[in-house]
C-alpha cells in the first residue's frame, strides 16, 4: 500500500501537469497571436474592404458600349439575392455559420487530426468566414501556418462586421469562372438573368461553382456541373431548406 508521502508526491506531479496543460491552452494562442499578428490584415484594412468594379461607358441613349474592369464584378445587396441561394451556400459550405464565431471548432479538430502527419493542410474545415479571409488576404498555399492566420483574421472579421455582412461580402467577393466575380456577374454570364430571379437549381448550379470553377461550369462541362447541383440539392434537403421533390 502506498505510504501518504507517495500519494502527496503523484498528487503534486499530477497538479504541475495539470498547470502546464492549462498553460499551454491559455498561452498557446497568445504566443501564436504574437507571431502571426504582423501578417494579419490591420483594422484599418478590415474596414476598407473595396472590390474592384466594372467601368461602364454610356451612349447617348443609355446603352453601355464598352466595359473595362480587372474583375467583372456587380456588387449587390444580400437584401436582392434570394433566400435560396444563402441555403444553397450555407447547407454547402457552412451549415453552423449563424452559431460559430468564425470557426467550427468541431470540424477544424477532426480536419487538423487527418492532417497532423502530413504537416501541411490537405483537408478543408473552413468557415465560410474563413473562406472570406482568404479570399481578401491571404495565399491559397495549403500550410499550417497559413491555416492559422487564415483563423486569427476570419476572428478579427467577425468581430467587425454582422454575419449578414459577411454573407454579403462573401457573395459578392466569390470567383465563378468566364471572369465573373460575384452572384450578379455570374448570374448574368451564366443564365443572362438577374441574381434574384433564380430558381432553386441555377442558385444550387452557381453555389457549386466556386469549388472549382473551371471543372464545374454549366457551360463547358454541363454534366459536372449538374452532378454538382445535385450534391447542393440534396445538402439543402439535408438542411430541411426544400422538400425531397424539388429539383
Known amino acids: 500500500m502506498p505510504s501518504l508521502k507517495q500519494f502527496v508526491k503523484k498528487r503534486k506531479r499530477l497538479l504541475i501537469c495539470i498547470?502546464?496543460?492549462l498553460l499551454l491552452l491559455v498561452g498557446g494562442p497568445i504566443i501564436i497571436y504574437n507571431i502571426c499578428e504582423e501578417d494579419l490584415?490591420?483594422?484599418?484594412?478590415l474596414h476598407n474592404i473595396e472590390p474592384s468594379l466594372i467601368t461602364k461607358i454610356y451612349s447617348a441613349d443609355g446603352k453601355v458600349i464598352?466595359?473595362?474592369?480587372?474583375?467583372?464584378?456587380?456588387?449587390?445587396?444580400?437584401?436582392r439575392m434570394p433566400p435560396h441561394l444563402i441555403d444553397a451556400l450555407l447547407a454547402t459550405e457552412d451549415r453552423r455559420f449563424f452559431k460559430h464565431w468564425g470557426v467550427n471548432l468541431m470540424a477544424l479538430a477532426r480536419a487538423f487530426w487527418n492532417n497532423l502527419w502530413e504537416w501541411r493542410w490537405a483537408q478543408g474545415a473552413s468557415t465560410i468566414t474563413q473562406q472570406l479571409a482568404r479570399t481578401l488576404f491571404l495565399t491559397p498555399e495549403k500550410t499550417i501556418s497559413r491555416k492559422i492566420k487564415e483563423i486569427l483574421t476570419a476572428m478579427k472579421i467577425e468581430r467587425n462586421y454582422s454575419?449578414?455582412?459577411?454573407?454579403?461580402?462573401?457573395?459578392?467577393?466569390?470567383?465563378?469562372?468566364?471572369?465573373?466575380?460575384?452572384?450578379?456577374?455570374a448570374a448574368l454570364v451564366y443564365f443572362n438573368k438577374n441574381v434574384?430571379?433564380?430558381?432553386?437549381?441555377?442558385?444550387?448550379i452557381l453555389i457549386g461553382i466556386p469549388k472549382n470553377p473551371s471543372r464545374y461550369s454549366p457551360v463547358d462541362h454541363p454534366k459536372l456541373a449538374?452532378?454538382?447541383r445535385n450534391i447542393v440539392l440534396n445538402a439543402m434537403k439535408d438542411f430541411k431548406k426544400i422538400a425531397p421533390g424539388v429539383a
Open 41 to 45: 490584415p490591420s483594422l484599418a484594412q
Open 196 to 204: 434574384e430571379d433564380l430558381s432553386v437549381s441555377e442558385c444550387a
Open 19 to 21: 498547470f502546464f496543460v
Open 66 to 79: 464598352k466595359e473595362f474592369y480587372t474583375e467583372r464584378r456587380i456588387l449587390i445587396p444580400l437584401e
Open 163 to 185: 454575419k449578414e455582412e459577411i454573407l454579403e461580402m462573401y457573395l459578392n467577393q466569390c470567383y465563378f469562372g468566364k471572369g465573373a466575380y460575384g452572384v450578379q456577374a
Open 226 to 228: 449538374q452532378l454538382r
